[in-house]
C-alpha cells in the first residue's frame, strides 16, 4: 500500500476501473484532480469541452459507442449545475456514467461559500444515487461503488461530490479489482410458462424493443424469436439500430412520429411482447384505443418499470437475455400467413408513399431525399447521433442503420443541443466517423463544442436541417393552436458556414439536392468535422402524426396542403 492524496487517489481509482477517457473542465474546487490529471497523461486522456454541459453529453455519447462507462469533471457551483442537464439526459437514458465534482472544504459547506452549490441535493432526483465524500479513507471504496451502481442492472448515472479538503488529505491507498456487478435475477419459471402460452395463443403477435434491449445485447435472440413466432419486429425510438434496417421483419419505430407500418401492425396485434421497452407516452397510446386490446408480455431490467405505464399480462424484471433464452427453447415453432402477409401489405403501403414522395421532390431537399444520399454516402459502421426537433423524427423514420447500436439520441429527456457533445464522446470511442442531424434551433445552444470538435479533429460531419423555426414546435402550434406561431418562427440572421469557419471547421451552404451530396461526399472524406447548413422548407412537417388522444387510424397525413407558416 502507498500513502496517497485524495486527488491522486480518484486518478489510481479511475485507472483501475479501466478508464482511459474521462471529458470534463477545470476550476478552482477540482484542480488538485486535474494536477494528477496532467501526471497521468498517456494514462488518461482528458477531452476538454467548451462547456460543462457539453462534456456531459460527451460522456454520454462515449458510454451508449462502447458501453463502458463516460466519466465527466467539473469544479463546483455553476460547474457542477452546468452538468445537470448531461445527467438528466443520461439518467432517462439509462446511460452508465459516473460525474465527479469538487466542492468547497467540508468546514465551509452550508456556509454559502464562493461556488457552493448543494450537489448533490441538486441531482437526487436524476441520479442512480449520489454521494457527497467525507472522509479520505472511503474515497476509492465510494468510487468503485460508483462504477458498480453505474453499470449494474438497469444503468445510469452516479455523481461523487468530493470536497477540496477530502482531494489534499492523504491515506493509504491499496489497488483492488472492479467489483463484479449487481446481478439480474433469473427469469421466474411459472412467468415463462405464461408468456409461452399466450405467445401460442395469439394469431398477431408484435414484438416491440427498447433501449433496454440494446443494454441487454439481445439483438440475435429478437432475431430468433421473431422467427420462430413468426413475427415482425418494431422498436421504440430507443431501440433504433437493435436490429438492421435490412433484416426483412423489421419495421422500425411505432408511435407518436413511427413509421406508418410499424405503428398499425402494433395496433392490430393481439399480443405486443415488450424486450426493454418503457411503453412511453410517446410511443404508446391509451392501451384502450388498440384495436385488438392485445395482451402484454413485459421484460425488462427494472422492476419499476413493470405495470408502470401499461398493465401487463406477464411481466417480468429478469435477465432479459435468460428469459428470451427460455421463451425461444419452450414456445412453439408456427407460422402465420395471414398475419405476414398483413405485414407486408403494410410495408408496401409504405413504400409506396416514400417513393411517391421522393419522385414529386425532383432536385428539392426534402426529408427523405437527404436521408436517401446519407445512408448511400456513409459507411456502414458510421454512428449517426442527433440533436431533438423534427429531424430527430425524420432520422428515426428515413435512416438506415447496418450495424448494431449506431444510434446516438437523447430519447427521454428529449436534450436540444445534445447532439454535438454527445457526437464527440462518440468518436472519442469508437474511432468510427459520426454523422450529426441537427435544426437550426437545436444546433444553437451548444455550437459552441465545434471548437472542441476542431481541437481533437473529431471525424463528424454536421447536417443542420435548417428550416428558420423552431420545426416542432410550430408542427404542434399548426396543428394543436390554430396556427398560433407563438415564438417558434426564428428570424434569425445567423450564418453558420462563418460561425463554423470562426471555430476552424469547414462548413458549406446548400439548396438543392445535387449540392447537398456533393457537400456530404467532400465532408465525409474530410476527416475532422464539416458542417453543411441545409436549407429545408419551413412548412414540411413530420408525418405520420399520433397524438396520445387518438387511435391510430386518426394518423394525420404524410403531407398536408397548403403553407403552414406565418
Not at 406508418?260 to 405486443?272: F, G, R
Request: glycine share 10%.
Amino acid at each position: 500500500m502507498e500513502k496517497m492524496t485524495g486527488a491522486r487517489i480518484v486518478i489510481e481509482t479511475l485507472k483501475e476501473q479501466g478508464i482511459t477517457t474521462v471529458f470534463g473542465y477545470p476550476g478552482g474546487q477540482v484542480l488538485d484532480i486535474y494536477d494528477e490529471l496532467y501526471k497521468a497523461k498517456g494514462e488518461i486522456e482528458h477531452i476538454l469541452t467548451a462547456h460543462e454541459q457539453g462534456a456531459a453529453h460527451a460522456a454520454d455519447g462515449y458510454a451508449r459507442a462502447c458501453g463502458e462507462v463516460g466519466v465527466v469533471i467539473a469544479t463546483s457551483g455553476p460547474g457542477a449545475t452546468n452538468l445537470v442537464t448531461g445527467i438528466a439526459t443520461a439518467m432517462l437514458d439509462s446511460v452508465p456514467m459516473v460525474a465527479i465534482t469538487g466542492n468547497v472544504p467540508s468546514y465551509m459547506i452550508g456556509k454559502d461559500a464562493f461556488q457552493e452549490v448543494n450537489i448533490t441535493g441538486v441531482t437526487l432526483p436524476i441520479t442512480k444515487h449520489n454521494y457527497l465524500v467525507s472522509d479520505v479513507s472511503e474515497l476509492a471504496d465510494t468510487l468503485r461503488e460508483a462504477f458498480k451502481i453505474a453499470r449494474s442492472g438497469r444503468c445510469g448515472p452516479v455523481l461523487v461530490d468530493i470536497p477540496k479538503d477530502i482531494q489534499l488529505s492523504e491515506c493509504e491507498f491499496e489497488k483492488k479489482e472492479a467489483r463484479p456487478l449487481i446481478s439480474l435475477d433469473e427469469p421466474v419459471d411459472n412467468d415463462i410458462l405464461k408468456a409461452v402460452k399466450l405467445i401460442n395463443e395469439s394469431k398477431k403477435p408484435y414484438i416491440y424493443i427498447g433501449g433496454g434491449a440494446k443494454a441487454a445485447g439481445v439483438s440475435e435472440e429478437i432475431i430468433l424469436l421473431a422467427e420462430k413466432i413468426d413475427a415482425p419486429i418494431g422498436c421504440s425510438l430507443m431501440g433504433i439500430s437493435v436490429i438492421d434496417e435490412s433484416y426483412p421483419g423489421f419495421l422500425g419505430m411505432s408511435g407518436m412520429h413511427g413509421r406508418y407500418a410499424s405503428s398499425v401492425a402494433k395496433d392490430e396485434a393481439d399480443l405486443i411482447i415488450g424486450i426493454g421497452v418503457r411503453f412511453s407516452d410517446r410511443a404508446t397510446p391509451e392501451p384502450e384505443k388498440n384495436e385488438n386490446g392485445a395482451k402484454i408480455i413485459q421484460l425488462d431490467a427494472d422492476l419499476a418499470e413493470i405495470n408502470k405505464n401499461v398493465v401487463t399480462d406477464v411481466g417480468m424484471a429478469c435477465d432479459i437475455k435468460s428469459a428470451l433464452n427460455e421463451i425461444i427453447k419452450r414456445c412453439k415453432e408456427k407460422k402465420r400467413p395471414k398475419w405476414r402477409s398483413k405485414i407486408e401489405k403494410l410495408k408496401e403501403e409504405e413504400r409506396i408513399k416514400r417513393e411517391e414522395r421522393l419522385k414529386s421532390a425532383e432536385n428539392s431537399l426534402i426529408p427523405e431525399k437527404i436521408f436517401e444520399i446519407i445512408n448511400k454516402e456513409k459507411d456502414e459502421d458510421s454512428i449517426i447521433a442527433t440533436d431533438v426537433g423534427q429531424h430527430q423524427m425524420w432520422t428515426a423514420q428515413f435512416a438506415s442503420f447496418e450495424g448494431r447500436g449506431k444510434f446516438i439520441t437523447s430519447g427521454g429527456l428529449g436534450t436540444m443541443g445534445y447532439g454535438l457533445g454527445a457526437s464527440i464522446g462518440a468518436f472519442a470511442a469508437s474511432g468510427k466517423p459520426v454523422v450529426m442531424i441537427t435544426g437550426d434551433g437545436s444546433f444553437g445552444m451548444n455550437l459552441t463544442e465545434l471548437a472542441t470538435a476542431v481541437t481533437y479533429n473529431t471525424s463528424v460531419v454536421i447536417v443542420i436541417m435548417n428550416n428558420g423555426s423552431l420545426g416542432m414546435v410550430k408542427q404542434w402550434q399548426t396543428h394543436f393552436f390554430e396556427g398560433r406561431h407563438s415564438s417558434s418562427v426564428l428570424n434569425r440572421k445567423t450564418d453558420f458556414v462563418k460561425i463554423s469557419e470562426g471555430f476552424g471547421a469547414r462548413a458549406k451552404a446548400v439548396e438543392t439536392a445535387e449540392e447537398f451530396e456533393e457537400a456530404f461526399k467532400e465532408g465525409f472524406k474530410s476527416g475532422g468535422p464539416y458542417v453543411i447548413d441545409v436549407k429545408t422548407d419551413i412548412d414540411e412537417l413530420v408525418y405520420p402524426m399520433l397524438s396520445k388522444e387518438t387511435a391510430i387510424y386518426d394518423i394525420m397525413p404524410l403531407k398536408e396542403e397548403g403553407k403552414q407558416h406565418d
